[in-house]
């Protein structure tokens, strides 16, 4: 796919690796709708960065994605404003520490709400749209669904069931539209963890260090512009899951 002039939606766009998405997607000339739910000012920001690196357009869009009505709205909102959607990239996601003696069914249903349903709900809005013309979907997994732990195990479930999805629409939307997954390592860690947190895993990682959100934003740009992959996934981690 030539990316340039694109529409793109990003979910999750206004922080963090989503936002990194956003800004290399941007910088390939694509347009690109910044989805945030409660992140406004984050969101703003990425426009304002969207636009700096050379966005021919962006603009932002909220929506809560446990709320499948809001997942039509929001797709169908971006097309009317864009005029057209090309890529989707189901990046929104939270990672919650849920130890198993006390996780609540409410924190299940809202993890699985929106790391797992909320994907699959986008997906089946943009496949509306992308059908006559086509499109591509890249969903961001997470290494959790290739390992297990302990303490975040619907987190991993979830990222488990994204994978299975990805390779379940690939086959489903083929040949008209390409649906693939980015399986982020030691990227960007959760806020509350600590340096020595982040020293252990740079010594269990093959290549000694810590990655970036940059270089989750490099392997979407790869899926999008390598337009004989459908059904696979990209892992980014370092070789961790070599371990």
């Given amino acids: 796919m030539e990316l340039a002039g694109r529409v793109v939606l990003v979910t999750g766009a206004g922080r963090r690796v989503g936002r990194a998405i956003a800004l290399g997607l941007a910088a390939k000339g694509m347009r690109v709708a910044v989805h945030y739910h409660a992140s406004a000012d984050e969101a703003e920001e990425s426009v304002r960065l969207a636009r700096a690196v050379g966005a021919p357009d962006a603009w932002s869009t909220r929506a809560d994605l446990r709320d499948t009505a809001a997942i039509a709205r929001l797709v169908d909102g971006v097309v009317e404003r864009g005029g057209a959607l090309d890529v ?17 069914p409410k924190e299940w249903d809202d993890i699985m709400a929106l790391n797992m349903r909320s994907p699959f709900f986008c997906s089946q809005a ?31 479930i979830s990222k488990a069931g994204v994978m299975q999805m990805t390779r379940a629409l690939a086959r489903k939307l083929a040949p008209k539209i390409r649906v693939n997954a980015v399986v982020p390592g030691a990227v960007l860690l959760p806020e509350h963890w600590t340096s020595e947190d982040a020293d252990k895993l740079v010594r269990t990682t093959p290549l000694a260090r810590l990655g970036a959100p940059e270089d989750v934003a490099r392997a979407v740009v790869y899926l999008l512009e390598a337009d004989y992959v459908t059904g696979d996934a990209v892992v980014v981690d370092g070789g961790r899951h070599l371990r």
């Fill in 126 to 156: 943009a496949a509306r749209h992308m059908a006559a013309r086509g499109g591509v979907i890249v969903n961001i997994a997470d290494l959790a669904a290739l390992e297990t732990w302990p303490d975040y195990i619907p987190h991993g």
């Fill in 88 to 104: 989707l990239v189901n990046s929104a996601a939270e990672m919650r520490k849920t130890p198993f003696d006390s996780v609540s």
